[in-house]
């Protein structure tokens, strides 16, 4: 733990004359989770306080999953055995789809 001296806005001493219990001047919670966040940065527990990290700016980048190299091979491919007659539409007549058991 460090020996330096800890700044808070908050009163830390109370009145002996009040009840050792529950004080009537409550701490604030936000304040106290951001004083704990801090000093958790500070002993080294945590790499960095989230409340510190500006938020994104950019926006994602949409991608158009068609026009990639993959899907256009495979759309290729598709196109290829549909007019050699590999693969065709379930029917009563071919209600399986083809099998490609003779070609070892």
């Known amino acids: ?3 330096e001296p800890f700044d808070t806005s908050e009163n830390a001493h ?3 004359r009040e009840h050792g219990g529950a004080s009537a001047l409550r ?3 936000d304040e106290l ?3 704990t966040e ?3 940065v500070e002993a080294g527990l945590d790499a960095y306080d989230p ?3 500006p938020p994104a700016t950019d926006e994602p980048v949409p991608t158009d999953v068609t026009q990639s ?3 256009q091979d495979a759309e290729a491919e598709l196109q290829r055995e ?3 007659g590999e693969i065709y539409p379930l029917t009563e007549r071919h209600p399986f789809p083809p099998s490609h058991y003779d070609r070892s």
């Open 1 to 3: 733990m460090t020996e």
């Open 14 to 16: 109370r009145d002996r």
């Open 27 to 29: 701490p604030d919670d």
């Open 38 to 40: 801090e000093e958790r």
């Open 82 to 84: 549909e007019s050699e």
């Open 33 to 35: 989770a951001r004083r």
């Open 51 to 53: 409340d510190d990290v």
């Open 69 to 71: 190299a993959e899907y």
